[in-house]
């Protein structure tokens, strides 16, 4: 045999090792999320992902704010691909430290309405939750009730119970109003809002609607998949809360009921980004969306998926259009205002 002919005999031996003892890539694909959300409340869709795709998810559960502190120091260095966070102004906190990078899909720009995605392509909602109104079924009338606004008016004195003002919610609430009432009439609301407190702001979401069954206040604001996920609950707390409190709609005239969203960005250092893109458009798949009403009781952001018993037994309402980009936006000067108004 000619040596030329040796040569490429071994190339191709060689070459046909390397493509036997090469793994197969679905084995071997991966995707590495960083995830603000409970484990228990994303990780059987990750699991159902691995299973209908092969390719294994790797999940960091912690808190919004450390783990957007932990992007920052491992920069190009971070092994995550995907940063899941639980409100749009932490959304848009990470835009604005260029972490994340535009995405542009078919499936995502489908599947979710433009005001629940960052106008630049580079967040997607996947869940909704509206902060809406509670109150007690023995001591409130709902023809009391009517908007955000006019709960600082004075019959409301000494009778709202509500969290203090870092969390993440009430700013992107704040947000929101001075979206659509201008900044000196937000203030003027939230201070009106602050003189009707029934008590220091304490606790959680769900701390505030026990509150009002147990009678510490007569209407509070929070989210709809807390109360959710007390209706659903069997302990008898909570059965007995949900017994003595009903959720009311506000601004259905106006703007609207206040939404916000759980959202997902593909990271500026993704190493992974063709498996993470294709785990953001599994989340707004039909099948992942109506598991996020069935299982954690929040609205979908995908429009037609079906909602669960309990979403549906509330009734329909009219939510809140405007962009998620813009409670981002407007998240210094809702915190500014609300430290100016006592809002502790």
Not at 46 to 73: A, H, M
Not at 290 to 306: I, K
Request: proline share 3%.
């Amino acid at each position: 045999m000619k040596p030329i002919f040796k040569i490429i005999l071994a190339v191709l031996i060689i070459a046909g090792l390397i493509l036997t003892l090469k793994p197969n890539n679905n084995e071997e694909s991966s995707v590495n999320i960083y995830s603000s959300r409970k484990e228990s409340l994303i990780k059987p869709l990750l699991e159902k992902f691995t299973e209908e795709t092969g390719i294994q998810v790797n999940l960091v559960t912690g808190s919004g704010d450390g783990l957007l502190t932990r992007l920052q120091n491992e920069g190009e260095n971070s092994p995550a691909d995907l940063f899941l966070t639980v409100d749009a102004g932490a959304l848009h906190r990470a835009k604005s430290a260029s972490l994340f990078q535009p995405v542009d899909s078919r499936v995502l720009n489908a599947n979710v309405p433009a005001h629940l995605q960052d106008a630049d392509q580079q967040w997607f909602g996947l869940s909704m939750r509206a902060r809406t109104i509670f109150y007690s079924n023995e001591r409130v009338e709902p023809s009391e009730l009517s908007t955000y606004m006019d709960l600082a008016d004075e019959k409301w004195r000494n009778r709202i119970c509500i969290r203090s003002s870092d969390n993440l919610y009430n700013q992107s609430l704040v947000a929101s109003l001075i979206a659509h009432h201008g900044e000196a009439a937000t203030e003027e609301w939230a201070r009106g809002l602050v003189a009707n407190f029934a008590r220091e702001p304490v606790g959680g979401d769900r701390d505030q609607i026990h509150a009002v069954a147990s009678g510490q206040c007569d209407i509070a604001i929070a989210n709809t998949y807390y109360f959710g996920g007390m209706t659903a609950s069997d302990e008898a707390a909570n059965q007995e809360t949900v017994s003595k409190v009903n959720v009311f709609w506000p601004s259905q005239s106006e703007q609207g009921v206040h939404v916000n969203v759980s959202g997902i960005g593909l990271l500026q250092h993704a190493s992974n980004p063709d498996e993470a893109i294709q785990l953001m458009e599994f989340l707004v798949s039909e099948e992942s969306q109506a598991w996020y009403a069935e299982a954690n009781q929040e609205y979908p952001v995908r429009p037609g998926t079906d909602r669960s018993e309990i979403l549906t037994s509330w009734g329909d309402f009219e939510a809140d259009t405007l962009s998620m980009s813009v409670l981002g936006e407007n998240n210094a000067a809702a915190v500014r205002l609300m430290n100016r108004a006592g809002w502790r």
